[in-house]
Nanobody, 123 residues
Framework: QVQLVESGGGLVQAGGSLRLSCAASGRTFSSYGMGWFRQAPGKEREFVAHIGWKYSTYYADSVKGRFTISRDNAKNTVYLQMNSLKPEDTAVYYC?????????????????WGQGTQVTVSS
C-alpha cells in the first residue's frame, strides 16, 4: 500500500514556474514508477510525466522541454518542476504510483493516487 500527498500548487502568471511535490509513504517507494497526470475541467485525465525506478523519464509532448520530473528516494518524494507555464496548463495535478517496471501513459495502469493539487495559470 502506498499513500501519496501532493503539494506546491497555486496561482501563477503565464511564463512563471511552480514546483510540485508528492510525498509517498511506504518502504518500497524506490521500486515504484511514479507519474504525474492532470485533469482540467470538462476534460479527461491526461498523462504529464513519468519517472521509473531507474530514473528513466518520459513526458507528454505538450510539456516536453518545459517540465522536469525527478525523484529523491531518500525522501520518498517525486517532484515536477514546471517552467514557462501557459494558461492551458491549468488543471488539478495528480501524483500516481505504479509497481510495474515499464512506464505507462494510461491512468488505469497506476494503482495509487494522491488527492491532487490545483495549478492555475493566469494570462
Amino acid at each position: 500500500q502506498v499513500q501519496l500527498v501532493e503539494s506546491g500548487g497555486g496561482l501563477v502568471q503565464a511564463g512563471g514556474s511552480l514546483r510540485l511535490s508528492c510525498a509517498a509513504s511506504g518502504r518500497t517507494f524506490s521500486s515504484y514508477g511514479m507519474g504525474w497526470f492532470r485533469q482540467a475541467p470538462g476534460k479527461e485525465r491526461e498523462f504529464v510525466a513519468h519517472i521509473g525506478w531507474k530514473y528513466s523519464t518520459y513526458y507528454a509532448d505538450s510539456v516536453k522541454g518545459r517540465f522536469t520530473i525527478s525523484r529523491d528516494n531518500a525522501k520518498n518524494t517525486v517532484y515536477l518542476q514546471m517552467n514557462s507555464l501557459k494558461p492551458e496548463d491549468t488543471a488539478v495535478y495528480y501524483c500516481a504510483a505504479r509497481s510495474a517496471v515499464l512506464a505507462s501513459y494510461r491512468a488505469r495502469d497506476y494503482a495509487y493516487w494522491g488527492q491532487g493539487t490545483q495549478v492555475t495559470v493566469s494570462s
